[in-house]
């Protein structure tokens, strides 16, 4: 993969905010976004366990999700289409470090409740009743439409980052 496109992968990885998840239960689809931190090939969200998106994924051995930038041209459309699995994440070493990475690149949730947002390991669940999730990539599509062919690719995450 050429210099610029792994570039623009990584750029897509660490700056975009939100990432789409699919799910779907009994033929129903359903699509919900959520603000995500990349770590060690991954992707971590909040959400509330009660959710339909994490309730439709539970009993899931599949689930899809999708990031990308905002484009004002259909040539600059630039993104993954992935598929994978939903996990919950309890294990404090990791949630410490997801939480620190999250409030870092959402700047603004420090601003507004203060540094009780790391201190207290269980803010996000006492504050939005959300817990720590994680989407595992198992396969990942990288789309660019700036290419004249093979505008879609299968692609390592691990080999971007």
């Given at each position: 993969?050429?210099?610029e496109?792994?570039?623009?992968?990584?750029?897509?990885?660490?700056?975009?905010?939100v990432?789409?998840?699919a799910?779907?239960?009994k033929d129903?689809p359903?699509?919900?976004?959520?603000?995500?931190?990349?770590?060690?090939n991954?992707f971590?969200?909040?959400s509330?366990?009660?959710?339909?998106?994490i309730?439709?994924?539970k009993?899931?051995?599949?689930?899809?999700?999708?990031?990308f930038?905002d484009?004002?041209?259909m040539?600059l459309?630039?993104?993954f289409q992935?598929s994978?699995?939903?996990?919950?994440?309890?294990k404090?070493?990791?949630s410490?470090?997801i939480i620190?990475k999250?409030?870092?690149?959402?700047?603004f949730?420090?601003?507004?409740?203060?540094?009780?947002?790391?201190?207290?390991?269980?803010?996000?669940?006492?504050?939005?009743k959300s817990?720590?999730?994680?989407?595992?990539?198992?396969i990942?599509?990288?789309?660019?439409?700036?290419?004249?062919?093979?505008?879609?690719?299968?692609?390592?995450?691990?080999?971007?980052?």
């Amino acid at each position: 993969m050429e210099k610029e496109i792994k570039d623009k992968a990584r750029h897509l990885i660490h700056d975009t905010r939100v990432m789409t998840i699919a799910v779907s239960d009994k033929d129903i689809p359903w699509s919900t976004p959520v603000y995500f931190v990349f770590h060690d090939n991954r992707f971590y969200f909040f959400s509330n366990e009660k959710s339909r998106h994490i309730n439709w994924a539970k009993n899931r051995k599949i689930v899809a999700a999708s990031i990308f930038q905002d484009a004002d041209e259909m040539e600059l459309i630039f993104g993954f289409q992935m598929s994978g699995k939903l996990e919950k994440i309890s294990k404090k070493a990791l949630s410490l470090t997801i939480i620190k990475k999250y409030v870092t690149k959402f700047s603004f949730l420090k601003q507004i409740f203060g540094p009780q947002i790391i201190e207290n390991k269980d803010f996000f669940l006492e504050k939005f009743k959300s817990h720590l999730y994680c989407f595992y990539p198992n396969i990942v599509f990288l789309s660019d439409n700036s290419k004249t062919t093979d505008k879609r690719e299968k692609i390592d995450l691990s080999k971007i980052v």
